[in-house]
């Protein structure tokens, strides 16, 4: 695999470097850093036109769906804005938000434009993301290895934190961390927390499935599962059966006959609804309670964040997240979960501003995926980054996310301009 330009060359280098950036606690530093520098390139292309070298032109004009993300994206600033004005929280901290929106919410925007725009292939994304696989099983054995040998949970915490950041733990590197609810390791790779690993690790997989050639297929499949595993979260392994076989199994609704099969299957719901319905209930308290705690303060953060927004801020939200109390273990309100968090910080009008580019995006692929092949990455990304938002912040989580992004930008260009999308 062979960058074709130096624009394919840098996205390729940058993510095939995910491990060295995360030894030295840069990850979180690289992600904006590379979505503004392509940000910078799409405006320069745009603008020159021909006059730019031909490996490096712009593969068209800007998608629908890409504005949609980039107006969406703006109304969220203005939102931070109107927020921060009602709550009169002066200057300096509308500011240091605004540097938080560019390094967090501008991220899912700029990164399909990237892709929609720029001459990157999906097979560079593909295979590079099999490489981060190598990295990750050739030092699988020493982290796995780490708590029972001795070795300390944290390695060190960079000095880029001075950078600012939304904590310590985005320029931290670890080993593993420990479990406070059972006291046993998890964990996280280059990620800042377990659970988000094991969604790193479903991406990974999603894109593994796409790879040609079978040895850096198996690499990165192997590293995926094996991510998700040690991570122990109760969402990855959700997302690796979902987001894996739901986009293969959509072509079928355009088969006669599993219309048939829906149809037969449905009227015997009406024989075993009852038992499924009660198998079903048991199986979500099952799933709850494997981690209850976690369950329990999750449930908590998001009644505590509907209850204020819906009383205090509904338009425009409080502008940030607050300190929790002690029946949240001192969880910021706001945090933990995407959809509710929008509502808190930003109000309807920020949740709206990322619900309907999110919608826009997920139909587009759920069409194209329900017609061919070219759209399962797409869908399993669309549905790795929905379970990821009802856990967690996507915005602050984009950084690493930055590779599937890039994804939905070739994919929306290639629906506009299917002659172009392998340039």
């Known amino acids: 695999m062979i960058a074709q330009n130096p624009i394919e060359r840098l996205v390729y280098r940058t993510l095939v470097l995910t491990w060295p950036f995360y030894a ?7 992600g904006p850093v590379l979505a503004w520098v392509l940000a910078g390139l799409v405006v320069l292309v745009l603008y020159l036109g021909p006059a730019v070298r031909e490996d490096m032109q712009a ?3 800007i998608p629908p769906v890409i504005w949609g993300w980039l107006a969406g994206m703006f109304v969220m600033l203005v939102a931070l804005w109107v927020g921060h ?14 540097i938080g929106w560019a390094k967090g919410w501008a991220l899912l925007a700029l990164f399909p434009l990237a892709g929609a725009i720029l001459p990157i292939r999906r097979e560079t994304l593909i295979r590079a993301q099999c490489v981060v696989g190598l990295w990750t099983l050739i030092l699988a054995p020493v982290l796995l290895a780490a708590p029972y040998i001795g070795l300390p949970e944290r390695i060190f915490t960079s000095p880029l934190k001075a950078v600012g ?3 310590p733990e985005y320029f931290s590197v670890y080993f593993f961390t420990w479990d406070p609810a059972s006291w046993t390791p998890r964990w996280q790779f280059y990620a800042p927390w377990s659970p988000f690993a094991a969604l790193l690790g479903t991406i990974m997989v999603l894109f593994a499935l796409e790879e040609k050639n079978i040895k850096w297929r198996s690499i990165g499949i192997a590293a995926g599962v094996v991510m998700i595993f040690a991570s122990k979260s109760r969402m990855g392994l959700v997302g690796l059966v979902a987001c894996t076989i739901g986009p293969r199994l959509l072509p079928l609704i355009l088969r006669g006959w599993a219309w048939q099969v829906l149809a037969a299957f449905t009227a015997s719901m009406s024989v075993l609804g009852t038992a499924l319905a009660t198998t079903a209930t048991d199986a979500v308290s099952a799933f709850k309670g494997a981690r209850a705690d976690s369950t329990r303060v999750r449930e908590t953060l998001q009644r505590i964040a509907t209850e204020r927004w819906q009383n205090d801020g509904y338009w ?7 300190p929790g109390s002690h029946a949240v273990e001192y969880m ?13 910080v930003k109000g309807l009008v920020g949740f709206l501003a990322f619900l309907v580019p999110f919608v826009w995006q997920t139909a587009l692929a759920m069409r194209d995926a329900a017609m061919g092949p070219r759209g399962r990455l797409p869908l399993g990304i669309m549905m790795t980054l929905t379970l990821l938002s009802f856990g967690e912040n996507i915005e602050i989580e984009a950084y690493l996310l930055w590779p599937a992004l890039v994804v939905l930008g070739i994919h929306a260009r290639e629906l506009e301009k299917p002659t172009l999308s392998t340039r």
């Not at 309100?333 to 995407?338: C, D, N, R, V």
């Open 59 to 61: 593969t068209g004009s």
């Open 165 to 167: 950041g939304p904590g």
């Open 332 to 344: 910021p309100i706001g945090s933990h979960h995407t959809w509710y968090g929008l509502l808190f």
């Open 316 to 322: 425009f939200g409080h502008a940030t997240v607050q």
């Open 24 to 30: 030295v606690g840069a990850l979180y530093i690289v």
């Open 85 to 98: 004005l009602d709550w009169g929280l002066g200057t300096g901290k509308t500011i240091k938000s605004s």
